[in-house]
T-cell receptor, first 113, second 119 residues
């Protein structure tokens, strides 16, 4: 079945540092890929998505590129802020989100001033 | 944007009681709602998919008699944890997808979750 693997955390960075959270997936066909963010005590919010190979999703300074050749969707941000501290989930869906979503285990990011 | 409201946000109750969690779509009609369970330091596990007016589809290993799901209207789905025990303590999150011209690229909109603690 489909699966998502992302790097284990926690990841601790200083403010303004560069962020990369690795994500790889196993799936049949051409899934849609997502990054969700979960702030403490809250539900998930969609951060960005990409629906086909070579698409780049971006939002709030975060970006990720759908790489089919490496089955990856790594999340990057050039300069993190304390407010970016949260848990980040990589996910995929075969139906663009209409079908059930398969999540990775989440990576906790802590940004220190 | 689309908002999904989940209530209550936190509940503590005694073992053996039943607990109902509501999930409402506030500004759109949710044809499909999903219920997830999140274990500490783990990812979300899909429990079931519910479509308005029909029986929920449960994932393998999820007890349908234990976790009752009702999707009675296009804006409300409920999850009832029956005869709850300490091992049912967890963070439960719902999500919803609405109708639209193009359903294929609609993301799921998540509620803020319910922290359930069974003593």
């Amino acid at each position: 079945g489909d699966s998502v693997t992302q790097m284990e955390g926690p990841v601790t960075l200083s403010e303004e540092a560069f962020l990369t959270i690795n994500c790889t997936y196993t799936a049949t066909g051409y899934p849609s890929l997502f990054w969700y963010v979960q702030y403490p005590g809250e539900g998930l919010q969609l951060l960005l998505k990409a629906t086909k190979a070579d698409d780049k999703g971006s939002n709030k300074g975060f970006e990720a590129t759908y790489r089919k050749e490496t089955t990856s969707f790594h999340l990057e941000k050039g300069s993190v802020q304390v407010s970016d501290s949260a848990v980040y989930f990589c996910a995929l869906s075969q139906g663009g989100g209409y079908q059930k979503v398969t999540f990775g285990t989440g990576t906790k990011l802590q940004v220190i001033p | 944007g689309a908002v999904v409201s989940q209530h209550p946000s936190r509940v503590i109750c005694k073992s053996g009681t039943s607990v109902k969690i509501e999930c409402r779509s506030l500004d759109f009609q949710a044809t499909t709602m999903f219920w997830y369970r999140q274990f500490p330091k783990k990812s979300l596990m899909l429990m079931a998919t519910s479509n308005e007016g029909s029986k929920a589809t449960y994932e393998q290993g999820v007890e349908k008699d234990k976790f009752l799901i009702n999707h009675a209207s296009l804006t409300l789905s409920t999850l009832t944890v029956t005869s709850a025990h300490p091992e049912d303590s967890s963070f439960y999150i719902c999500s919803a997808i609405g109708e639209g011209k193009t359903r294929s690229n609609q993301p799921q909109h998540f509620g803020d979750g319910t922290r359930l603690s069974i003593l």
